[in-house]
């Protein structure tokens, strides 16, 4: 069955460091990839996505996420958090053609300011 | 333009009760999903449907039903209330066509003692 795995649970950083978040899926053919946020006491919304195209994508607020194909992963990044980056982070995988979208556990991201 | 919205916000059932979870959106979108959230698992498809009469199971359908007689409504039926179902339920809703991203509402947080 198809399954989206990310790495850290909970991650703590302090304002200005870098973000890394981890996402792997398990699913070998075409897929479209999402990454969403919650912040706190709202409902999810997109981060950014990729569809097709070039393998780096960038969304809202200065994240970027890199498609990797032979490593099945789709990592979110950003160069420098700020403490309103606080919120739980989920990578979600939609099988091309397919009508369900699968989605990971959650990242809690904490910003010290 | 409202999106997709919930009601209610908050409810708390006794063991055994009945309740409807309503989910309508005013996208004109075709498909639309009930997911649960619980802590740490993230996101778990519980129904979804792909047009006015048409539904189909997901990963968690267990103790529940819906229905879908138009395009805009969604509602998520739970009989028999289980301690187990004490979840936040969101409810979301997609075009259908590339590049799928969903539209989530802002959720409903159900207890069940």
């Known amino acids: 069955a198809q399954s989206v795995s990310q790495h850290n649970h909970h991650v703590i950083l302090s304002e200005a460091a870098s973000l890394e978040l981890g996402c792997n899926y398990s699913?070998?053919?075409?897929?479209?990839l999402f990454w969403y946020v919650q912040y706190p006491g709202q409902h999810l919304q997109l981060l950014l996505k990729?569809?097709?195209?070039?393998?780096l994508v960038k969304g809202i607020k200065g994240f970027e996420a890199e498609f990797i194909k032979s490593k099945f992963s789709f990592n979110l990044r950003k160069p420098s958090v700020q403490w309103s980056d606080t919120a739980e982070y989920f990578c979600?995988?939609?099988?091309?053609?397919?009508?369900?979208?699968?989605f990971g556990a959650g990242t809690r991201l904490f910003v010290k300011a | 333009n409202a999106g997709v919205t919930q009601t209610p916000k908050f409810r708390i059932l006794k063991i055994g009760q009945s309740m409807t979870l309503q989910c309508t959106q005013d996208?004109?979108?075709?498909?639309m999903y009930w997911y649960r959230q619980d802590p740490g698992m993230g996101l778990k498809l519980i129904y979804y449907?792909?047009?006015?009469?048409?539904?189909d199971k997901g990963e968690v359908p267990n103790g529940y039903n819906v229905s879908r007689s138009t395009t805009e409504d969604f509602p998520l039926r739970l009989e028999l209330a289980a301690p187990s179902q004490t979840s936040v339920y969101f409810c979301?809703?997609?075009?259908?066509?590339?590049?799928?991203?969903?539209?989530f509402g802002p959720g409903t947080r159900l207890t069940v003692t």
């Open positions: 979301a809703s997609s075009s259908g066509t590339a590049p799928f991203e969903q539209y």
């Open positions: 996208m004109n979108h075709n498909y």
């Open positions: 990729y569809f097709s195209g070039d393998p």
């Open positions: 449907s792909v047009g006015a009469g048409i539904t």
């Open positions: 979600a995988v939609k099988r091309s053609g397919g009508f369900k979208t699968i």
């Open positions: 699913y070998g053919g075409t897929v479209n």
